[in-house]
């Protein structure tokens, strides 16, 4: 059974930079047909690619966060890292981890797994 699990701070200061953690249960997050994403839904608003890593080590970025986004992973523990600089009030939402089927991918149908999702609040 594939897992997802985000973890990290539910609670940033303005300007800080954001870290979350992807934990991948039942698969390696190195096979080659996954896309594993960070996506987001800020509140009232449509979900959000963010961007991905693929098994292979490719990343990809949503071009207007290319600037304030890093992607990264350690194989050794199966997991896959967001970091989100310069935070604001802006980048408040869920923010989701999946392993998707291909890039800019926001709905269920275009990924096999999801993550339950954290709730990120920015606040000084």
């Known amino acids: 059974q594939v897992q997802l699990q985000e973890s990290g701070p539910g609670l940033v200061k303005p300007s800080q930079t954001l870290s979350l953690t992807c934990t991948v249960s039942g698969v390696s997050i190195t096979a080659d047909y996954y896309y594993w994403s960070w996506i987001r839904q800020p509140p009232g608003k449509n979900m959000e690619w963010m961007g991905a890593i693929t098994g292979s080590g490719s990343i990809y970025y949503r071009p207007s966060l290319k600037s304030r986004t890093s992607i990264s992973r350690d194989t050794s523990m199966n997991q896959f890292t967001l970091q989100l600089t310069s935070m604001t009030p802006e980048d408040a939402a869920v923010y989701y981890c999946?392993?998707?089927?291909?890039?800019?991918?926001?709905?269920?149908?275009?990924?096999?797994?999801w993550g339950q999702g954290t709730q990120v609040t920015i606040s000084s």
């Open positions: 999946i392993a998707a089927k291909g890039l800019d991918a926001t709905s269920k149908d275009e990924a096999y797994y």
